[in-house]
């Protein structure tokens, strides 16, 4: 009962998640009895929590997303021009971005940095950092924790 009344206190966005997490994530299947009780039958995740958890990448500064590979591939399409480019094109194009590839090798090697831009993201894996390690200290609760993750997310969007 206590989880009823802590679970309807939620704003809807938190209900949303949460049944989007038992549905899609836990996979519990609902089966109906005549006598109108609800049994649920435990299925493996379709997505075990390795592959969607982030919490540990969090923690140790590293991406939680794959947007290096989304940039490159945006980059060297660009470079390319076309959907359905012609091999020799695509060679070409293969052979450039080895070559600058090797150039910020060297670079690197000789010890200039190469420009990096501020990334957009840095204040708010700053913030989920450190809400990971409050959590982790034991000084923020569940709910306290979702609530502030759920302000981060807030913030970033607005």
Known sequence: IKF???FMSQPLAVIVSYEYFQKNIKKKKKINDDDLSIRFRRLPPQYPPPTWNVHQSTLLDSNRTNNVCEGWN????HLVGHKNPSIWKLLKNMKNEVGADNAKLTL????QLTYKRPHKGHIMQTRLKNLCEQFNRGELSVDIFLTNIGHNIRMKSD
Request: glycine share 10%; charged share 20%; proline share 0%.
């Open 108 to 111: 690197s090697e000789i010890g």
């Open 4 to 6: 009823f009344f802590l």
């Open 74 to 77: 945006n980059r060297f399409n």
